[in-house]
T-cell receptor
Framework: QKEVEQNSGPLSVPEGAIASLNCTYS??????FFWYRQYSGKSPELIMF????GDKEDGRFTAQLNKASQYVSLLIRDSQPSDSATYLC????????????FGIGTKLQVIP | NAGVTQTPKFQVLKTGQSMTLQCAQD?????MYWYRQDPGMGLRLIYY???????DKGEVPNGYNVSRLNKREFSLRLESAAPSQTSVYFC????????????FGDGTRLSIL
């Protein structure tokens, strides 16, 4: 079982819709959760982090965490073509000082 | 403010050759990291440095060595390149020592023939 699982996509949504990106993790002791955005051919960019159960909102982005279900998601409201990118989920687990594990990323395509 | 600067951006090597990837950050960050990114594998940590003078192995350290030259610079060396090391390499940094990379360099696209 992979430690951090994401559907590679592509996930296609029309412009203006809500894009929902999902991630599950295996380490029940994980404490910190991150979302990075990576445009094609570019480097990852940290866009959200969440530590507590529930929702965290930042502009059009909402991160959701459910530790009981070992599930974290990223919602993008009013999706724009400029949101088209690969979104990487990363989880800081309980095993060691630098144990941050990345998922393979979900490719999002926003159709104008 | 350049952030994290990596050199070179592209490199082609022959099997058995050696090379050093350079990384420098100008944000006074404590922690620095080297990752590789392969299709279908996600980002994998090669080595990290939690502070100046310290380095530790990550998930996939075999075939690599690192040097934290000072607080700004963290280099990655391939002593004897192998085709399996063909990848995109990212250097990253973070202010704290919590293991979460905050800023990434533009990457080095390395091909080993």
């Amino acid at each position: 079982q992979k430690e951090v699982e994401q559907n590679s996509g592509p996930l296609s949504v029309p412009e203006g819709a809500i894009a929902s990106l999902n991630c599950t993790y295996s380490d029940r002791g994980s404490q910190s959760f991150f979302w990075y955005r990576q445009y094609s051919g570019k480097s990852p960019e940290l866009i959200m982090f969440i530590y507590s159960n529930g929702d965290k909102e930042d502009g059009r982005f909402t991160a959701q965490l459910n530790k009981a279900s070992q599930y974290v998601s990223l919602l993008i409201r009013d999706s724009q073509p400029s949101d088209s990118a690969t979104y990487l989920c990363a989880v800081k687990g309980s095993g060691g000082y630098q144990k941050v594990t990345f998922g393979i990323g979900t490719k999002l395509q926003v159709i104008p | 403010n350049a952030g994290v600067t990596q050199t070179p951006k592209f490199q082609v090597l022959k099997t058995g050759q050696s090379m050093t990837l350079q990384c420098a950050q100008d944000m006074n960050h404590n922690s620095m990291y080297w990752y590789r990114q392969d299709p279908g594998m996600g980002l994998r940590l090669i080595y990290y440095s939690a502070s100046e003078g310290t380095t530790d192995k990550g998930e996939v350290p075999n075939g690599y060595n690192v040097s934290r030259l000072n607080k700004r610079e963290f280099s990655l060396r391939l002593e004897s390149a192998a085709p399996s090391q063909t990848s995109v390499y990212f250097c990253a940094s973070s202010r704290g020592q919590d293991g979460q990379p905050q800023h990434f360099g533009d990457g080095t696209r390395l091909s080993i023939l």
